[in-house]
């Protein structure tokens, strides 16, 4: 793993998320949220960020594929798993590891939008703006970030990496 270069370290990550919480924390004071979870990529994001998040809070996991086993996105998306709870009248926020081309965000935004959620937002821990296709944007951020593939944190290359505790740069 020495060719990975570190991009953000765990203690910068820790610092972000932390803000990160806060600011849900406050936007949604008194209200419950649903923190939905996009497989397999946020699921470190999200471990870490609902401890942030001093609201009364649920879980709901959606999968779907996009890149295959390649760094190009195929332009495709398929649904692999939906979410198990109902949506409607709820506090949704997406969480996302990475927008890039902004097609996987564009879509699920457009299914959970047919639930109609009370509200919805989207937490991505990275954005590489550089990189979008669709207009879609984060309403929470962690780091904009070049248009560079990473790993770690929950991100892969080929399914490896995805436990590296910093955010690393595959040359
Ligand atoms: P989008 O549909 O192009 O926005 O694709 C977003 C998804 O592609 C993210 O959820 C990631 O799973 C994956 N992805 C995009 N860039 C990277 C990267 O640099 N490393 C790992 N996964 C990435
Ligand atoms: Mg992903």
Known sequence: MSELKVLFSREQ???RVAEMGRQITEDFTGESVVLVGVLKGAAIFLSDLS???ELDATFDFISVSSYGNQKQNSGEVKLLKD???SMEGRNVILVEDILDTGLTMSY???MILAHHPKTF???ALLD???CRLQPIFADYTGFEIPNEFVVGYGMDYAERYR????ICIVP
């Open 121 to 123: 937002k989207i937490a």
């Open 51 to 53: 401890r942030q998040i």
């Open 83 to 85: 979410v198990d709870q």
């Open 13 to 15: 990550i820790a610092a």
């Open 128 to 130: 590489k703006k550089c």
């Open 108 to 110: 699920l935004k457009q």
């Open 163 to 166: 436990n590296l505790a910093d």
